[in-house]
């Protein structure tokens, strides 16, 4: 009884703690711009089904799209047992789902296969980026907590697929020595690879319901705390692939946002008889600064990041030694967002420090090496944009601070003076006509 | 060859005449010596294929891609209203261009400026030339040559189009070989995004050596581009390994003009 009452309290601290922390992000999200992204549902659709569901992408590496498969099918599926851990947890029941029969045995069957390869694939995960050392996951922004996190991740699962498994295997044991609460008069479950694992277990009944119990809890709070650890770690991908690939851009990648605000300026400039926008509309500001100044799909993105660096290693910039490298534009985003919804949890929602996302976390140099190549956007396994975010400050910085290089300040004003980015006049347009050859 | 004519919309409108597309020659095709012999063979082709086709000459003006690239919005819509006033008092329905950052911007973001055009690179021309019989090509002095094609970004992976440039110049009867990071993994040239106009910030390498290596790594004779700044960078990045007299950087355009003879 006291067991059951414990583990409702556990249930719902965790379940509650979590809630409350996706309660925040999806404040925080909310505090950027608004976007309509509601068109297309259809396509969107789609688009989520193939890249997030079907993992589209990933398949550019083949090594890690296939472990990773299955650690996203294995886990997935092997948290259909949480299920019945639950029942068992609140009711005091054994093995409730049981009375399935056959198909219940096929069920327990497969997941300790699926957890056996999930326990492989982590190694695998863990030896690429801590033996292997490949060189996408050791670069400037993938030291200290980042680094940690991933193997933190890896090493979770594989504490939670060996408690399912010596598990299991206390169970088996257990059902074989004929034990009241777990043997009811048959053998109940498959047990292809615990079974494997009973020779190395005592035959002392109260031992074995020791260790049992003693897994049982360790899987059930080890999915709780590892609940609540996602949200906080790159690991939140495994939620946020879903929304974030719904909502990705269904536009031809070369197509930059049309500034709204800049438009009807631009109509007043040319036609001064054009109608102005109304008067109580909030003074723009042009680009962003800051995360509040991007969209709430560009803070999305930014939650949805993986860490994997397959944008940072497709991208010509940082390939040549430049300081840019798209995954840290990401996390630099999530970082100060999260930031920003620390501040306003201690301080209220009109407080503001002496931070801002360009300048604090990223630099100029950074945001002037890109070339709005897209090979960012295109390696995305999750179809995150960091391009679009890179725009946003470059108009930031020239709209609102005139701090473009040099160089640039002489293009734009050559365009504006005469109309091409060098020093032709017009009327020299038509001199590759009369060159000889 | 008979002489190059190349009548302005203006020419046109006096005439009361339209023509079937305009051909937007881009700054870059206007100004830049090596650019400038890419729009003549455009324009050659066009004229010798019997396409009724037309330039706006002075009234032309920059798109505005390097300003919007560089996060300057005002000057791009500025350009952008201005070159759209211009195009729609044209009623021009049909724009051709040998430039991938024109192609691009005009295609995708005038429209929300209020200027609908159906717009085609010139890879893209020469393709829908070719197949409706309009064009025809022989490889002539290119047949067995060993070629490699450098996607442009603003092509490739911004407009999805990887096969039109490649199935042209196959026409040729090339030996045709491709880089590793091709079509959707083709790597930039490193002009994008306004770079073109200013110094590369600090790195260990400029991306135009950095590309050009990988394409001299397959000995090619010619390396194939479809953009004027692509044409730019990786001419450069085979002059700095001394090979300019080994290899060539030739526009798909200059390629299918020499072909059918009309250099
Ligand atoms: C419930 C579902 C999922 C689980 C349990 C899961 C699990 C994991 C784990 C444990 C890692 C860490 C491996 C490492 O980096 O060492 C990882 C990485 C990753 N996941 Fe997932 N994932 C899930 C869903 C998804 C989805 C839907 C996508 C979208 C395509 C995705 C994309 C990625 C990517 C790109 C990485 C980085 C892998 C790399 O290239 O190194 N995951 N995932
Ligand atoms: S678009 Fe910019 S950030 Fe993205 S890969 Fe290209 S150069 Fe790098
Ligand atoms: S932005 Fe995408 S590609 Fe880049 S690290 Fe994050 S998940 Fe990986």
Known sequence: MIANILFVLLLIAGVGLFTKKIRSVIRNIKLGQDIDLSDRPMERLQTMIRVALGQSKMGSRPVAAFFHVILYVGFIIINIEVIEIIIDGVFGTHRVLSFLGSFYNFLIGSFEYLAFLVLIACFVFLSRRNIIKLKRFHMKEMTKWPKSDANIILFVEIFLMSAF??????????????????????????????????????????????????CWWFHIIGILAFLNYVPYSKHFHIMLAFPNTYYSKLTPKGQFSNMDSVTNEVKLMLDPSAVPPPADAPPARFGAKDVQDLTWKQLMDSYSCTECGRCTSACPANLTGKLLSPRKIMMDTRDRLEE?????????????????????????????????????????????DPLSIIIDMRRYLVMEQSTAPAELQGMFSKIENNGAPWQFPASDRMNWTKDEN | MEKLVVPTMADMMAKGEKPEVLFWVGCAGSFDDRAKKVTKAVAKILQHTGV?????????????????????????????????????????TKIVTACPHCFNTIKNEYPALGGNYEVVHHSQLLQQLIDNGRLKVEGGSFKGKKITFHDPCYLGRANGEYEAPRSVIQKLDIYFTEMKRSRANGLCCGAGGAQ???????????????????????NPEIIAVGCPFCMTML?????????????????????????????
């Open chain 1, 340 to 384: 920003v919804g620390k501040n306003i949890d201690q301080h209220g929602a009109d407080f503001k420090d002496e931070k801002s996302l360009l300048g604090s976390y990223i630099t100029e140099e950074e945001l002037w090496a890109c070339t709005s190549c897209n090979a960012c956007t295109e390696a995305c396994p999750v179809n995150i």
């Open chain 1, 165 to 214: 498994l010596i598990m299991n295997a206390c169970d088996f044991q257990l059902q074989l020595l004929q034990s009241e609460h777990y043997f009811k008069g048959e053998i109940v479950g498959a047990f292809p690879i615990s079974s494997h694992l009973i020779s190395f277990l005592p035959n002392d009944v109260a031992t074995l319901e020791f260790i049992e119990r003693f």
């Open chain 2, 196 to 218: 073109m106009f200013k110094e590369p910030e600090n790195g260990n390498k400029d991306i135009n050596i950095e590309r050009a290596e990988e394409a001299l790594a397959l």
């Open chain 2, 52 to 92: 009724s086709f037309a330039v706006l000459g002075t009234e032309e003006s920059c798109t505005g891609d390097p300003a919007k690239r560089a996060g300057h919005e005002f000057l791009f819509q500025m350009q952008a209203m201005s070159n759209v006033m211009v195009l729609n008092g044209y009623e021009v």
């Open chain 2, 235 to 263: 001419s450069d990045g085979v002059k700095n390994f001394n090979k300019e007299h080994d290899v060539e950087v030739k526009d798909i355009a200059e390629m299918i003009a020499e072909a059918i003879d009309i250099k």
